[in-house]
């Protein structure tokens, strides 16, 4: 079992899936970028901060928090973020926000979550 946090859009995450349902829906039935692993277990689920990103800030903090109870090994980038990037004029480039979490955290970082 692998365990992950999600990171989010902070700007649409409630306007493309309400309470982020779709992943976790997803990660319990182990579909889109889930079927990779026999089981995933969400640990927590972190918004970027906003426009413009304020996403490793965020992401220090919830370590802190999470610190002692439950350590999580992947890092998986919501289709919201995706979606921002696409859609929304987000400035990130999801490839390279996976790129620093993993230089930074040492995190595993999956891009995208659901199939949906």
Not at 64 to 89: P, R
Request: aromatic residues 8%; contains cysteine; neutral net charge.
């Amino acid at each position: 079992m692998v365990k992950a946090i999600i990171l989010c859009c902070d700007l649409i995450r409630d306007k493309q899936c309400i309470g982020c349902e779709r992943c976790l829906t997803a990660a319990r039935e182990r579909l889109g970028e889930f079927e990779k692993f026999d089981k995933v277990e969400i640990v927590g689920i972190v918004s970027c901060g906003g426009c413009p990103g304020n996403y490793i800030p965020r992401l220090k903090l919830f370590n802190k928090w999470i610190d002692g109870f439950d350590d999580y090994e992947v890092v998986f980038l919501g289709n919201c973020i995706k979606a921002a990037t696409s859609f929304s004029g987000c400035p990130l480039d999801p490839g390279e926000v996976a790129h620093i979490i993993k230089e930074k955290l040492g995190k595993e970082v999956i891009i995208g979550t659901h199939p949906w």
